[in-house]
């Protein structure tokens, strides 16, 4: 009897039902995408990062978190690493990828111009099979056999006014303190999501750095690339444990705390967006609910005249604002997973490319649709109808029979 | 008093409209015995549909006490006082106050169906006493597809159809052209003899005040006279 009353109820005045319907269903399809494309953001950032600079993990020398200097280096290419690496990769083994690296500081003279540069040294081949670097190359090629290439960022071209093929020269302080140099071609020109990245990222040949810092065979740091997001911590445990106190492990988060809370923030920031939406939805069903049961209080009294129970005239307004946000949330989140899904390739935002870069955010964003995501307005959207029916349910049933009665 | 289906004791019902204080009610006894076809009378404000309210449990007085079957209402929570209505008692108003999204015969099953009388008794009882009232074969009618009289008739039927003790009417004839207003009170008198059903109505129509057997008269909230042999 409730939910035919709740459904004769809201069949009374369609149009008012379908404008209630509407609002809701707009509401959560607007959450769904808005949700969607702040995932696709966040999402975004976090790959760039990892996919130029951090990958899932490094492996760096004791002490390097502390003081992140050239001379902590991982020994004799880091290969105690790189053991421990290759019995977690393969069959069963959670580690794709990994690479060695070498990174320091310098300055860069072209014929025009000097910058001052982060050099990032790499072994070609699996550094392609790590970051984004390779597949980024914009013009000429990424690093090979050939000695005294390099391959530099586009900003970083456009500083120095480079072109490929020009020659450029890379000072730097070597391990023992003292400044030297060499000269380098420009190989290929790369431009990833990241225009920090962009801006003051040189990269050549791991061989030749060692040589250029005075390193020998040391290096840097190792990059490891996981199987999946979700085997990051635990490949991080397994490890810290095989290496002990030989080297340091970290994951991204730990290498980039202020990208994690970067993307905590745009979550928090998309969720007080979302409350204020369903605040809105909430004082918007209150506000039809309540102008319907002020039409019917009349009606309602000749029910509870009849011998209808309070709880159950409650009962008939909470069902109406159920009916009506149940249809408007499947339509909602039925609309919102179509624009996600016409949205698949991307939405181009090429015109403010340099501010996204600035965050690593590419210029085109995909929504990324995470089950949560949808879950959770799903359930907001039925609390929020709850307590906005409850307010008018418990007006009406705490009126007496005889005193809704006299209402015109 | 055993065979007292309502009584008020010592009533007064004040009404404070922004301030504005009226007494609907000053001190009533009355008691109404089972059986009984009876009528309040009285000008308009003079306290009819008040008193009805306040037997029907409909509302509570300011002073006094009202007592359905010998139980305090005064003692009962608002969901004692629907399952009491919903038990005993049946309404019949001047705006005949038919639920418009449900058919005539829907309206009727209503008080069956918040009584959990199964679905098809419901059914076949509710187009029994449609039948009995006149309607048959206007069942699935909407209540704005029936004339005025057709649906005091259904409401008739709404408020019969639970089997009360007594039955609450309003001003049933009010809004009823003479000969509808005749059909409906011979109804309602056939209903009383046959099923013994008690019968209390609030009126300023002459011809229900000469069918009822006991004519209480009312004026400003006091009953100026309780005759058992009325003469209009």
Redesign the interface.
Same mark, same amino acid.
């Given at each position: 009897m409730i939910w035919r009353l709740a459904l004769r109820g809201l069949a009374r005045n369609p149009r008012r039902t379908v404008v209630v319907l509407t609002a809701v269903a707009i509401g959560i399809a607007g959450c769904a995408l808005t949700i969607s494309i702040n995932s696709g953001m966040a999402h975004q950032m976090v790959k760039t990062a990892i996919a130029t600079e951090l990958g899932h993990l490094q492996i760096h020398a004791p002490g390097f978190d502390a003081d992140p200097e050239l001379r902590i280096l991982l020994p004799e290419g880091g290969v105690r690493a790189s053991r421990a690496l290759e019995d977690e990769s393969g069959e069963g083994g959670d580690v794709r990828a990994w690479a060695p690296r070498v990174q320091g500081q310098g300055l860069v003279n072209s014929p025009r111009a000097s910058v001052g540069v982060r050099v990032v040294a790499v072994d070609p081949e699996a550094e392609a099979r790590v970051s984004a670097y390779a597949g980024s190359i914009v013009e000429g090629e990424w690093l090979g056999e050939r000695a005294g290439r390099a391959v530099v960022g586009a900003d970083l071209a456009r500083r120095l006014r480079v072109d490929v093929g020009d020659k450029i020269v890379l000072s730097v302080q070597d391990l023992t303190g003292d400044l030297t140099g060499r000269a380098f071609r420009v190989g290929g020109v790369f431009k990833t999501a990241s225009l920090a990245v962009n801006q003051s990222t040189l990269l050549i040949r791991i061989d030749e750095a060692q040589q250029l810092f005075a390193l020998g065979d040391r290096i840097s740091e190792i990059v490891v690339i996981a199987d999946s997001d979700r085997d990051v911590a635990a490949l991080r445990d397994q490890l810290v444990s095989s290496l002990g106190s030989s080297a340091e492990v970290r994951s991204w988060e730990e290498l980039q705390p202020l990208l994690v809370y970067l993307v905590n923030a745009m979550d928090q920031m998309a969720w007080a967006i979302y409350g204020a939406v369903f605040i809105a939805m909430a004082f918007g069903i209150a506000n039809v609910l309540l102008m319907s049961i002020y039409e019917r209080t009349r009606e309602i009294g000749v029910m509870m005249a009849m011998g209808m129970k309070p709880v159950r005239v409650v009962a008939v307004v909470m069902a109406e604002s159920l009916v009506v946000t149940a249809v408007g949330l499947a339509t909602g989140l039925g609309v919102g997973i179509l624009c996600i899904w016409l949205l698949r390739d991307g939405i181009d935002l090429s015109r403010y490319a340099e501010g996204l870069e600035a965050l690593g955010v590419g210029s085109v964003i995909v929504p990324v649709v995470r089950s949560n995501d949808l879950l959770a307005p799903a359930a907001m959207a039925v609390l929020a109808a709850t307590i906005a029916s409850a307010w008018p349910a418990i007006r009406v049933a705490t009126l007496r029979p005889g005193e809704a009665l006299r209402r015109v | 008093m055993s065979d007292s289906i309502a009584e008020a004791r010592g009533v007064r019902k004040v009404y404070d409209t922004r301030g504005v204080v009226t007494a609907a009610l000053d001190g009533i006894d009355f008691r109404v015995q089972e059986g009984e076809f009876a009528a309040l009378a009285g000008p308009s404000g003079s306290g009819k549909t008040t008193l009805l309210?306040m037997l029907?449990a409909?509302? !509570?007085p300011t002073e006094g006490k009202v007592f359905i079957d010998g139980e305090d209402l005064s003692r009962m929570s608002?969901?004692e006082l629907?399952?009491l209505?919903? !038990?005993k008692?049946g +309404?019949v108003?001047q705006a005949y106050?038919l639920?418009?999204?449900?058919s005539a015969r829907e309206n009727v099953e +209503?008080?069956m169906?918040?009584?959990q009388v199964p679905a098809a008794e419901r059914r076949e009882r509710a187009l029994a006493m449609l039948a009995e009232v006149g309607l048959e074969g206007l069942g699935d009618k909407r209540p704005l597809e029936l004339s005025g009289g057709q649906q005091q008739r259904v409401a008739v039927a709404?408020a019969i159809v639970?089997r009360p003790r007594m039955v609450l009417a309003d001003e049933p004839t009010a809004n009823l052209d003479s000969e509808t207003a005749a059909r409906l009170l011979e109804l309602m008198g056939d209903l009383n003899r046959e099923h013994g059903t008690t019968f209390l109505f609030s009126t300023h129509d002459p011809m229900v005040m000469e069918a009822a057997r006991r004519l209480v008269r009312l004026r400003d909230g006091r009953i100026v006279d309780d005759s058992r042999e009325p003469s209009v």
């Open positions: - | 309210n029907g409909l509302d !509570a608002s969901g629907s399952d209505r919903l !038990a008692l +309404f108003f106050n639920i418009p999204v449900f +209503f008080v169906e918040l009584q709404r639970g």
